[in-house]
Protein backbone atom coordinates (compact mmCIF):
# COMPACT_ATOMS: atom_id res chain seq x y z
CA UNK A 1 0.00 0.00 0.00
CA UNK A 2 3.05 2.36 1.20
CA UNK A 3 4.88 1.77 -2.29
CA UNK A 4 1.54 2.48 -4.26
CA UNK A 5 0.93 5.90 -2.65
CA UNK A 6 4.84 6.66 -3.48
CA UNK A 7 3.93 6.15 -6.91
CA UNK A 8 1.17 7.58 -6.94
CA UNK A 9 2.68 11.08 -5.46
CA UNK A 10 5.43 10.25 -7.40
CA UNK A 11 3.24 10.31 -10.68
CA UNK A 12 1.17 13.79 -9.34
CA UNK A 13 4.88 15.91 -8.81
CA UNK A 14 5.55 15.00 -12.73
CA UNK A 15 2.01 16.33 -13.89
CA UNK A 16 2.24 19.09 -11.95
CA UNK A 17 5.94 19.82 -13.58
CA UNK A 18 4.23 19.43 -16.74
CA UNK A 19 1.70 21.01 -16.41
CA UNK A 20 3.75 24.10 -15.17
CA UNK A 21 6.08 23.38 -17.98
CA UNK A 22 3.20 23.71 -20.51
CA UNK A 23 1.21 26.71 -19.11
CA UNK A 24 3.02 28.78 -16.86
CA UNK A 25 6.70 28.65 -17.92
CA UNK A 26 8.85 30.53 -19.98
CA UNK A 27 8.53 28.16 -23.10
CA UNK A 28 4.63 28.53 -22.27
CA UNK A 29 5.19 31.68 -24.26
CA UNK A 30 3.36 32.20 -27.66
CA UNK A 31 3.72 35.16 -30.29
CA UNK A 32 0.08 35.91 -30.14
CA UNK A 33 0.64 37.05 -26.58
CA UNK A 34 2.51 39.92 -27.73
CA UNK A 35 -0.35 40.98 -30.57
CA UNK A 36 -0.27 44.54 -28.64
CA UNK A 37 2.04 47.39 -28.41
CA UNK A 38 4.92 48.77 -30.34
CA UNK A 39 6.14 46.92 -33.83
CA UNK A 40 8.81 45.11 -33.47
CA UNK A 41 9.71 44.75 -37.31
CA UNK A 42 13.54 43.22 -37.41
CA UNK A 43 14.85 44.66 -40.39
CA UNK A 44 13.78 47.82 -38.80
CA UNK A 45 14.74 47.39 -35.45
CA UNK A 46 18.09 45.09 -35.88
CA UNK A 47 19.17 47.25 -38.27
CA UNK A 48 22.30 49.65 -37.76
CA UNK A 49 24.33 49.84 -34.46
CA UNK A 50 23.54 48.39 -31.50
CA UNK A 51 25.11 48.39 -27.53
CA UNK A 52 23.96 45.49 -25.35
CA UNK A 53 24.62 44.68 -21.58
CA UNK A 54 23.62 41.54 -20.12
CA UNK A 55 24.56 38.83 -17.40
CA UNK A 56 24.43 35.21 -17.61
CA UNK A 57 22.61 33.16 -15.23
CA UNK A 58 24.13 29.54 -14.45
CA UNK A 59 21.97 26.84 -13.30
CA UNK A 60 21.95 27.30 -9.82
CA UNK A 61 20.31 30.79 -10.53
CA UNK A 62 23.24 33.02 -9.87
CA UNK A 63 25.05 35.29 -12.51
CA UNK A 64 28.19 33.02 -13.81
CA UNK A 65 29.01 36.20 -16.55
CA UNK A 66 28.57 39.34 -17.19
CA UNK A 67 29.10 41.23 -20.29
CA UNK A 68 29.13 44.31 -23.10
CA UNK A 69 28.64 43.73 -26.69
CA UNK A 70 28.39 45.82 -29.93
CA UNK A 71 26.16 44.41 -32.63
CA UNK A 72 26.07 45.60 -36.25
CA UNK A 73 22.67 45.10 -38.54
CA UNK A 74 22.22 45.23 -42.06
CA UNK A 75 19.15 44.01 -44.60
CA UNK A 76 19.40 44.14 -48.34
CA UNK A 77 15.37 42.73 -49.16
CA UNK A 78 14.33 40.20 -46.62
CA UNK A 79 18.17 38.58 -45.87
CA UNK A 80 19.93 40.17 -42.98
CA UNK A 81 23.55 39.59 -41.41
CA UNK A 82 23.61 40.61 -37.79
CA UNK A 83 27.86 40.93 -36.51
CA UNK A 84 27.96 40.91 -32.81
CA UNK A 85 30.91 41.24 -30.45
CA UNK A 86 31.12 40.21 -26.76
CA UNK A 87 33.64 41.32 -24.14
CA UNK A 88 32.56 38.80 -21.22
CA UNK A 89 33.90 40.36 -17.83
CA UNK A 90 36.22 36.98 -17.55
CA UNK A 91 38.37 39.22 -20.55
CA UNK A 92 37.43 37.07 -22.88
CA UNK A 93 36.02 38.19 -26.46
CA UNK A 94 33.16 36.40 -28.58
CA UNK A 95 32.54 37.25 -32.27
CA UNK A 96 29.43 35.82 -33.52
CA UNK A 97 27.64 36.48 -36.80
CA UNK A 98 23.89 35.62 -37.91
CA UNK A 99 22.57 35.43 -41.04
CA UNK A 100 18.77 36.03 -41.17
CA UNK A 101 16.20 35.42 -43.97
CA UNK A 102 12.16 37.12 -43.26
CA UNK A 103 9.95 35.07 -44.84
CA UNK A 104 6.70 37.87 -45.49
CA UNK A 105 4.09 35.75 -42.93
CA UNK A 106 6.44 37.18 -40.59
CA UNK A 107 8.59 33.69 -39.70
CA UNK A 108 12.35 33.83 -39.40
CA UNK A 109 15.20 31.24 -40.73
CA UNK A 110 18.92 32.05 -38.57
CA UNK A 111 21.80 30.69 -39.23
CA UNK A 112 25.73 31.32 -37.50
CA UNK A 113 28.44 29.26 -37.08
CA UNK A 114 27.41 27.77 -33.43
CA UNK A 115 23.87 27.07 -34.74
CA UNK A 116 23.45 23.45 -35.85
CA UNK A 117 21.13 23.71 -38.30
CA UNK A 118 18.47 26.35 -38.96
CA UNK A 119 17.04 27.98 -36.15
CA UNK A 120 13.05 29.35 -36.22
CA UNK A 121 11.52 32.31 -35.30
CA UNK A 122 8.78 34.66 -35.75
CA UNK A 123 7.88 38.20 -35.02
CA UNK A 124 4.86 39.30 -33.63
CA UNK A 125 3.29 42.34 -32.34
CA UNK A 126 5.78 43.65 -29.73
CA UNK A 127 7.85 40.71 -29.72
CA UNK A 128 10.34 37.88 -31.75
CA UNK A 129 10.48 34.47 -30.28
CA UNK A 130 13.62 32.19 -31.89
CA UNK A 131 14.38 28.52 -31.47
CA UNK A 132 17.76 27.25 -31.94
CA UNK A 133 20.43 24.59 -30.92
CA UNK A 134 23.69 26.19 -30.09
CA UNK A 135 26.63 24.28 -29.61
CA UNK A 136 29.34 25.99 -27.38
CA UNK A 137 33.24 26.49 -27.69
CA UNK A 138 35.13 23.96 -26.00
CA UNK A 139 36.00 25.82 -23.56
CA UNK A 140 32.48 26.66 -22.34
CA UNK A 141 32.37 22.83 -22.18
CA UNK A 142 31.54 21.97 -25.83
CA UNK A 143 27.97 20.68 -24.77
CA UNK A 144 24.76 21.22 -27.52
CA UNK A 145 21.85 22.92 -25.54
CA UNK A 146 18.60 23.95 -27.05
CA UNK A 147 17.55 27.39 -26.75
CA UNK A 148 14.66 30.19 -26.81
CA UNK A 149 15.22 33.38 -27.53
CA UNK A 150 12.69 35.93 -26.65
CA UNK A 151 13.17 39.86 -27.69
CA UNK A 152 10.69 42.58 -26.27
CA UNK A 153 10.23 45.99 -27.84
CA UNK A 154 9.70 48.67 -25.29
CA UNK A 155 7.65 51.65 -25.85
CA UNK A 156 11.46 53.55 -26.21
CA UNK A 157 12.83 51.72 -28.48
CA UNK A 158 15.35 49.33 -26.34
CA UNK A 159 14.86 45.81 -26.86
CA UNK A 160 14.81 43.32 -23.80
CA UNK A 161 16.16 40.42 -24.56
CA UNK A 162 15.84 36.78 -22.52
CA UNK A 163 17.30 33.44 -23.29
CA UNK A 164 17.24 30.02 -21.72
CA UNK A 165 19.37 27.52 -22.52
CA UNK A 166 18.34 24.04 -21.95
CA UNK A 167 19.83 19.99 -22.25
CA UNK A 168 17.78 17.20 -21.83
CA UNK A 169 14.72 19.60 -21.17
CA UNK A 170 16.67 21.24 -18.01
CA UNK A 171 17.50 25.02 -17.43
CA UNK A 172 21.03 25.37 -17.37
CA UNK A 173 21.16 28.96 -17.70
CA UNK A 174 19.73 31.98 -18.54
CA UNK A 175 20.31 35.29 -20.26
CA UNK A 176 18.98 38.61 -19.60
CA UNK A 177 20.29 41.90 -21.59
CA UNK A 178 19.18 45.22 -23.29
CA UNK A 179 19.67 46.31 -26.70
CA UNK A 180 19.70 50.14 -27.91
CA UNK A 181 20.08 51.54 -31.21
CA UNK A 182 23.54 53.99 -31.19
CA UNK A 183 23.71 57.46 -32.82
CA UNK A 184 25.73 58.49 -35.69
CA UNK A 185 28.13 59.88 -33.02
CA UNK A 186 28.76 56.94 -30.42
CA UNK A 187 26.12 58.05 -28.26
CA UNK A 188 23.00 55.61 -27.79
CA UNK A 189 19.68 56.53 -29.35
CA UNK A 190 16.74 57.42 -26.72
CA UNK A 191 13.88 55.82 -27.82
CA UNK A 192 10.92 57.60 -29.88
Known sequence: MTVTYILLGMAVVVALIILK???ADFTAQSPED????????????????????????GPTGRVASRFVARFEGSWEGNVGTLREVFDYDSGTRQERQWSLRLGNDGRILATAPDVIGTGEGVQNGSAVRLKYRIKLTEDAGGHELDTV???????????????QF????IKVAELVATMRPIRGDGEMTPGE
Open 21 to 23: TRY
Open 166 to 169: RKFG
Open 34 to 57: YSDGPVFNIQTVLNGPLACEGVIY
Open 149 to 163: DWMYLLPNGTIMNRS
